[in-house]
């Protein structure tokens, strides 16, 4: 076949298709089960390449998997990205999704993924963007250099994000906004413009743990009207502002992180009431 779509319109559902290394300047849309493997014969990964618009690769059926891929150059306003999901069940591993000028992975009313494993690097937006969904397993992955945020969810319930690293992102590095009943644990989100992890607008019974929050150029953690949450087992150390912020905050519980060697303050408390500071 001449094009990756000439190859999926062939293919019968849960079939397997080999893409090998090389240029593919087209759009990709996978509306039927089928694993799409892309294949590095020596001259790295295939490429899928936008030309500027849209998607590289979109997502529409249940059950893909997409593998081994490079996605670039999609389009410039939400919710272009390299890769974009609309469906639910996938697995989304080992891709590379850079210089899109939106989005790296976004996920659009898509539940039940696995996206891991991937890398997300200089891409307009952010690294990876989850809209509305839910019971997603973001793990593993490397979102960097991002023009906005590493990871965000809005407003999405019952994801984990885990074991990503999520640093040197323009804005923030996990960014949740109206998100409820998430699980952010074991993540790297360290040396971005803003704040590591930012939690905001009724984002409540989250938990977030085990996170290294460090040398970011406004706060480690931040939670702004926000309520319920547990932050714990957090190294939050040598922000230029507070290792951890509450804004607005109240009911949260904070528990045995770690917090010095920041620029104003280790937990800076600012009308925010009944949390509980512990350890």
């Known amino acids: 076949y001449t094009t990756i779509q000439a190859a999926i319109n062939a293919a019968c559902p849960r079939d397997t298709i080999e893409v090998y290394s090389g240029p593919y300047n087209e759009h990709v849309v996978v ?57 639910k069940g996938n697995i989304i591993s080992d891709n590379t999704a850079s210089k899109n000028k939106w989005d790296g ?38 979102a960097t250099g991002n023009g906005h945020n590493g990871i965000k969810l809005s407003p999405c319930q019952n994801n984990t994000i885990s074991a990503n690293i999520a640093s040197h992102n323009n804005a923030w590095g996990i960014y949740l906004v109206q998100s409820s009943d998430n699980t952010v644990w074991d993540n790297a989100a360290n040396d971005n413009g803003q ?10 019974y989250n938990i977030i743990n085990d996170n290294t929050a460090s040398s970011n150029d406004e706060n480690g953690i931040n939670l702004d009207s926000s309520s319920n949450n547990n932050i714990s087992s957090n190294d939050a150390t040598d922000n230029s502002e507070s290792g951890i912020r509450l804004d607005s905050a109240s009911g949260n ?27």
Not at 115 to 140: P, V
Request: hydrophobic fraction near 35%.
């Open 195 to 204: 704040t590591g992890i930012f939690i905001e607008d009724n984002s409540n």
């Open 31 to 87: 509306n039927k089960t089928l694993t799409l493997q892309g294949i590095d014969t020596g001259s790295g990964l295939p490429v899928v390449n936008a030309g500027g618009s849209g998607y590289a690769i979109t997502i529409s059926a249940d059950g893909c998997t997409v593998e081994g891929f490079e996605a670039r150059n999609s389009g410039s306003a939400w919710p272009c990205a390299g890769i974009h999901v609309t469906s």
């Open 253 to 279: 519980t904070i528990s045995d992180n770690t917090a010095s060697g920041n620029g104003i303050a280790g937990i800076w408390l600012a009308s925010s009431s009944s949390n509980a500071i512990l350890g």
């Open 105 to 142: 992975i976004s996920l659009n009313n898509s539940n039940g993924n696995m996206i891991s494993d991937n890398t997300l690097t200089n891409n307009g937006a952010s690294g990876i963007y989850l809209q509305s969904s839910n019971n997603n397993a973001i793990e593993n992955n490397t």
